[in-house]
C-alpha cells in the first residue's frame, strides 16, 4: 500500500471514485455537492456556487446562462480553505462549467495557495468507457490500481448481467425493435440526455432518441419534441442536480411540458421520474446504479428486481394524455 495522500475531490463522482477505491480516509477537502457516501459530509468544503435562484428549473437556467454570457464562474473556491486542506492530489474535470468548478479556476487555485507539487487529476468522461478509464486514472494517481481493478471487475459483472437479460428478453419478444426511450436531464428548458446516456439506454435495451454516444444535451422546443419520429414508448426524467422530492416540486412544470404529447408514452403511463442529483449525472461508480434503474423503467417486467432494489430512487410519473 502506497503511503497516505491528502485528497482534495471538487466534484460529487470523484469523491465517490475516492471513496469506492478505499481512499475515503484520506480525503481533506470536498466540493459543496459532494453527498455521498454519507460519511464524507461534514468534511472541509472547498467550493461554493453563485447560482442564487434554488426554486424553479427555468429561474436556475436563467442564471447560469447569465453568469456564463458575462464569462463568470458559476463557481468559487476558496482559497483559505484549499490552502488548510494542503491536498498532495486534487480531483477536478473540465467536462462542464455548469456541474462543477472550471478546471482553468482550478489550476488557477492551485498556483495560488496549493503546494508547489500538488497532483491534479482532470477528468472528461463522455462515455461509460470513459468512466472506466477516469476511476483507473484516480486509482493510478493515489496507488490503488488494484483496488480499482476490483471496482471495475464489480461494474462489469453488473453491466453485463443487465445487457444480457435485455438481449434475451428482445431475443424472445419477437419485437421488431427496442422501445424508443427519450431521457430529459432539464425540464425548463427541456434537454435531452446525452453523453453517456444512449450508451446506457442501448444496454437496458431500448434505443435512445435524439442523441448519439458522447454527444452534449441539446435543448428542444416543445414543437421539435411533439414532432419526434419515432415517438418515445418510455421516458425517463431525471434533471441534473435534482433529487427525486426536487423534482416532484416541480410536477407541474413536467406535467404541463408533457401533457398532450402524441406519444405512447405519455398515453400508456410509461413515462418515471427519477432522482438526478444521485444517478444518472454522476459519472462515477453509481452509474452502474443508474443503468439497473433505468433498465427497471425500459422493460419493467423484466427487471422487477432491480426496481426493488431501487425503489426510493424513482417511480412513474402521471401525465395527462
Not at 17 to 24: Q, S
Not at 166 to 185: F, H
Amino acid at each position: 500500500m502506497s503511503p497516505a495522500l491528502r485528497i482534495a475531490s471538487l466534484l460529487p463522482s470523484a469523491t465517490e471514485m475516492v471513496c469506492a477505491l478505499g481512499a475515503e480516509d484520506e480525503l481533506v477537502g470536498v466540493s459543496h455537492e459532494c453527498d455521498w457516501p454519507a460519511s464524507v459530509v461534514g468534511r472541509a468544503v472547498l467550493t461554493t456556487t453563485k447560482i442564487k435562484s434554488l426554486t424553479r428549473s427555468g429561474a436556475i437556467d436563467r442564471d447560469v446562462r447569465a453568469l456564463l454570457r458575462d464569462a463568470l464562474a458559476v463557481y468559487d473556491i476558496d482559497d483559505r480553505a484549499l490552502a488548510d486542506a494542503a491536498p498532495d492530489v486534487i480531483v477536478t474535470q473540465d467536462l462542464c462549467d455548469v456541474c462543477a468548478v472550471s478546471f482553468d479556476d482550478v489550476v488557477a487555485a492551485a498556483r495560488r495557495v496549493a503546494r508547489p507539487d500538488v497532483r491534479i487529476v482532470n477528468l472528461h468522461p463522455t462515455t461509460l468507457a470513459d468512466i472506466w478509464a477516469d476511476i483507473r486514472k484516480v486509482a493510478v494517481a493515489l496507488g490503488r490500481e488494484r483496488e480499482a481493478d476490483a471496482v471495475l471487475a464489480h461494474m462489469d459483472r453488473r453491466v453485463d448481467h443487465v445487457r444480457q437479460r435485455a438481449a434475451t428478453y428482445l431475443a424472445r419478444s419477437g419485437a421488431a425493435a427496442p422501445p424508443a426511450v427519450l431521457t430529459l436531464e432539464w425540464i425548463d428548458p427541456p434537454m435531452v440526455g446525452g453523453t453517456w446516456m444512449p450508451e446506457l439506454v442501448a444496454i437496458a435495451g431500448g434505443r435512445a432518441l435524439v442523441t448519439e454516444p458522447g454527444q452534449h444535451a441539446p435543448t428542444l422546443q416543445r414543437a421539435q419534441l411533439a414532432a419526434l419520429d419515432p415517438a418515445p414508448d418510455v421516458v425517463l426524467v431525471k434533471p441534473c442536480g435534482f433529487p427525486l422530492a426536487r423534482l416532484l416540486e416541480e410536477a407541474d412544470a413536467l406535467g404541463d411540458l408533457l401533457g398532450g404529447l402524441p406519444w405512447p408514452a405519455v398515453r400508456e403511463g410509461r413515462v418515471w421520474i427519477a432522482d438526478g442529483n444521485a444517478y444518472f449525472n454522476r459519472p462515477g461508480p453509481r452509474i452502474v446504479d443508474s443503468l439497473e434503474i433505468l433498465a427497471a423503467c425500459v422493460h419493467p417486467d423484466v427487471f422487477p428486481d432491480l426496481a426493488a432494489h431501487h425503489a426510493g430512487a424513482f417511480r412513474r410519473f402521471g401525465v395527462r394524455a
